[in-house]
């Protein structure tokens, strides 16, 4: 097989390290993992708690799939046990709550592949069969800051004002967005009632803005419990409960090519290779720069920053003549 690989981080300097880490050990298992910013910039033994979630990650995938049979556990004894390990890899570092990531794996299991995602890191097969799972909190989140985008883009001297102080109001909450001034307590109330009626979240409103205004810092509370609509698997404090994950084989035979990207793709090109990724994306940036249209995410662009890092890994397979 031929493998190609790519991988960006946020910072248009390249003075800072990004949260996703490519995955690839052949004949075991090839993907990514993308570690959830940490918007307080939390180290870990000086490196991003993101990005440590991401590596510690991959040091227990590469752990628990090197003996064969662990690639065919059924997904809730593979998930639980991946738990157990990556909370493990934290315990010399008294981290609480620990740090998420996002995986996303295509696993070498002699005629089949199998193809797993935990997160919305995703993987297309053959061009075209696209596997990923998304999450209602990130709709949550992109409504509201798409809302106080436009509304700070008519006050603020620029556009980068805008987003840095729509992104701080979405990820430190709009508590912290009234107490620092960047809007006032009827703006918040307005945009926080948009996102309930524009989302179609009655009946979750009281979740909504509990959410909304303590901010993406405290998302963590919605990790992996079970009890309201904004929950979500991740690989983080807890084991996944609500079976959000991908889990799908398809006969080697089948396949001639597998994309693992993460979600700093908001477009899939045509072709499954790096140069067609990076011009996607590089039109999708043109098109929505600040990603409050129609590639509306929790973040935009900036002079300084991507909307997020990125990370792409292709696989060509040989075509396997079925015996």
């Not at 097969?125 to 989140?141: C, F, P, Q, Y």
């Not at 996607?280 to 900036?302: L, M």
Request: proline residues 5%; hydrophobic residues 40%.
């Amino acid at each position: 097989m031929n493998i190609e690989a790519f991988s960006r981080c946020k910072y248009r300097k390249v003075d800072r390290q990004g949260d996703d880490v490519p995955f690839i050990l052949p004949g075991i298992a090839i993907g990514l993992f993308d570690g959830a910013t940490d918007v307080k910039g939390t180290l870990i033994n000086s490196t991003p708690a993101g990005r440590m979630a991401a590596l510690n990650a991959a040091e227990c995938v590469a752990q628990l799939l090197a003996p064969p049979e662990n690639r065919k556990l059924p997904a809730r004894e593979l998930v639980n046990k991946l738990s157990t390990l990556y909370a493990k890899s934290f315990e010399k570092h008294s981290v609480s709550p620990l740090p998420a990531t996002t995986l996303a794996l295509t696993i070498d299991c002699g005629d089949n592949w199998r193809f797993f995602c935990l997160g919305d890191s995703g993987i297309r097969i053959n061009g075209s069969e696209i596997l990923r799972h998304t999450k209602l909190i990130d709709d949550v989140s992109t409504f509201a800051r798409v809302a106080l985008f436009h509304d700070l883009s008519e006050r603020l001297p620029d556009l980068d004002s805008a987003e840095m102080a729509a992104r701080r109001a979405i990820f430190l909450g709009f508590d912290d967005a009234v107490e620092k001034g960047i809007m006032g307590r009827e703006l918040a109330d307005n945009i926080i009632t948009k996102t309930i009626v524009g989302l179609s979240l009655q009946n979750e409103g009281a979740i909504v803005r509990d959410f909304l205004t303590a901010g993406i810092c405290m998302q963590y509370r919605f990790a992996n419990e079970v009890g309201n609509s904004l929950c979500y698997d991740v690989l983080a404090d807890g084991t996944p409960q609500i079976g959000d994950w991908v889990d799908a084989w398809r006969p080697k035979e089948d396949v001639q090519t597998i994309e693992v990207f993460s979600d700093g793709y908001a477009k899939l090109p045509d072709n499954p290779t790096v140069a067609a990724w990076e011009a996607a994306f590089e039109e999708t940036d043109r098109q929505d720069f600040h990603r409050i249209s129609e590639y509306a995410t929790v973040k935009g662009g900036t002079e300084d920053e991507f909307f997020d890092d990125r990370t792409v890994v292709i696989i060509q397979c040989p075509r396997i003549q079925p015996t």
